[in-house]
């Protein structure tokens, strides 16, 4: 049995009031908005903005996505667990940068860094995926 | 080979940023004035949104689930998701009213007058979504009930007679017609919209 409900004598009136505004000229429209006193103009460009908005929210919609989807990749990208010994953590940085010349430079202070310091690096590295395969060694 | 065709006239995101791009002034008008009267139509089942609502839904729509058939105007493509939101929305209320829910005692727009807000917060049944309608359609009828013509024409629309029969059977040129139409569509949507408001627009 199916459930459509009854059109109501209103549902015509408006389906004949929405048909109009469909079929309308450009004059017609352009009566309608003289005789309301507004700015034709003023409401095509509020409709612009409208959608304008939409088209931003989207995009800064799309950026975070992009951006949770590159955070998520980093994080895959992370299967060395580090040392817990301070002397094997700097081993590691030490085998790193040697894998790695062209780090070289950023670690220039390696001998002076603190532990600290040492670990903040080698999770660094560990998200650019650098540390791969280093944890075996 | 469904899926071949659906690569062809599916618009990609570019085009339909084009699209919106391209929209005239008319267009837009058009769509300004299809979006209210949407949300005029569907009463207090708007919930408190507006048309800019209804607008921006809709565009965030085509971006999404409801995709353009390039083989559509685009245009018409909108006008087909305004109309296809409004009526979800108008149906999602139907669902709320049916669980119970109270729009006296609610904290959101009730959108139209206290007889229709009496009606619509009653325990809702399809007996009483029909008295809604009849008070929207006396709603109308109070709006031009100094104006023969305008509610000649409002009779013919209730009977699904289109414009050549109801002037047939008025007795007026079609640029009467026109006009007279022009000025119900104007005063429905302006008046809706004032009723909508009286409880403070959302936007």
Known sequence: VTDTPKKEPIDNVFDAIEASIVSASEAD???DVDEAGQSFSAIAQEVRETFARVQKQQRQIGLATARAGYAQASKRRSPVTLPTAPDARKALLGLALA?????TAQFRDFGGMSDADIQSALEDLSDLGKLEGLGDE | MASEKAVVTTATREE???????????????????????????????DGRDYRE????????????????????????????????????????KRELDAGRNLVSGDRDTRT???TVRSAASPAADAERV???????????????????ARDIIAGWEAELDGPAIREIVGVEQHVFDSKVRAIRRRLIDEGLKAGSKKGSTS
Do not use: C
């Open chain 1, 99 to 103: 894998r790695h010349p062209e780090l």
């Open chain 2, 131 to 149: 008295v809604v309608a009849r008070d929207l359609l006396d709603y109308v009828k109070r709006l031009f009930a100094e104006d023969r013509l």
């Open chain 2, 113 to 115: 007058d206290p007889a």
């Open chain 1, 29 to 31: 429209l352009r009566a």
């Open chain 2, 16 to 46: 339909i940023d084009a699209a919106i791009a391209a929209l005239t002034e008319t267009d837009l008008v058009r769509l300004q004035r299809f979006a209210m009267a949407r949300i005029v139509r569907i009463g207090v089942a708007a």
């Open chain 2, 54 to 93: 209804l607008l921006s839904e809709s565009y965030r729509r085509v971006l999404g689930s409801r995709s353009w058939n390039k083989a559509i105007a685009f245009v018409d493509h909108l006008s087909g998701t305004i109309r296809s939101i409004s009526s979800h929305w108008a149906e999602e209320f």
